[in-house]
């Protein structure tokens, strides 16, 4: 029996109802659907940035990430595939969504196939993804996939939007295994190096213990 495999979506939206996570959450559905096709579906989780705003800052500022943080960053650690969703601001990604993945060393997603999504008020800011997001995860040596998914506004009244939103879908399915044969399971079936996950938060040095040791 393999293990059931996971997706981490990733979402910056400010608010409760926000088109960011709506989005992000959509194009959960869609690799869901087809990875249940061929096995077990995937357990999707969450990860809203704006629950733990405070909380990101706090493990900025100590190197210690609070437990609400933790667990967040475990999501996306143990994940079997990773959607990154973000609002533009200034035609880039929001300051909360790059903080939060600044907790992340080097690496640290290496090999995890991730989709990469944005929204913004302007059809002119869809170079966002390829400006701005693809950089961040091949610095952090994610598996970035080249289908991504930029709404605008105008966006949700045009039925190609959820054709686009399917696309990345199955294409993030695809990395997991999906159609393979024998059914689902990564490791066996989509043919990529395994990930060592790495908790970057041990053995963080005492701060006190390091400023006494130099000398005035």
């Known amino acids: ?12 939206g ?15 559905r869609a690799a869901s659907g087809v990875v249940a096709r061929g096995g077990e579906e995937p357990e999707v989780r969450v990860v809203a940035l704006r629950e733990i705003a405070h909380g990101i800052t706090d493990a900025m500022l100590t190197g210690t990430a609070p437990a609400a943080v933790q667990d967040a960053l475990d999501a996306v650690l143990t994940a079997d595939g990773l959607i990154a969703a973000t609002p533009t601001y200034k035609a880039s990604y929001s ?3 790059k903080a939060f993945f600044d907790l992340f ?15 913004g008020g302007s059809p002119r800011h869809s170079l966002v ?8 995860f091949s610095y952090l040596k994610a598996l970035t996939l080249p289908i991504g998914v930029y709404a ?4 949700w009244a045009d039925a190609s939007l959820q054709a686009r939103i399917e696309r990345a879908g199955a294409a993030l399915a695809g990395m997991l295994g999906a159609g393979s044969e024998g059914g689902g399971g990564a490791a066996s079936g989509s043919g990529r190096p395994e990930r060592t996950v790495v908790d970057e938060f041990t053995d963080v040095p005492n701060f006190e213990d390091l400023l006494a040791s130099v000398q005035r």
């Open 14 to 28: 400010l608010s409760e109802d926000a088109s960011t996570t709506r989005l992000a959450r959509a194009i959960a």
């Open 105 to 119: 060393d080097e690496g640290a997603l290496e090999n995890l196939p991730t989709v990469v999504a944005a929204t």
């Open 152 to 155: 605008a506004t105008e966006d």
């Open 129 to 136: 993804l390829d400006t701005a997001l693809r950089p961040l």
């Open 1 to 12: 029996m393999t293990e059931r495999q996971s997706i981490a979506v990733v979402t910056a």
């Open 95 to 97: 300051g909360l969504f």
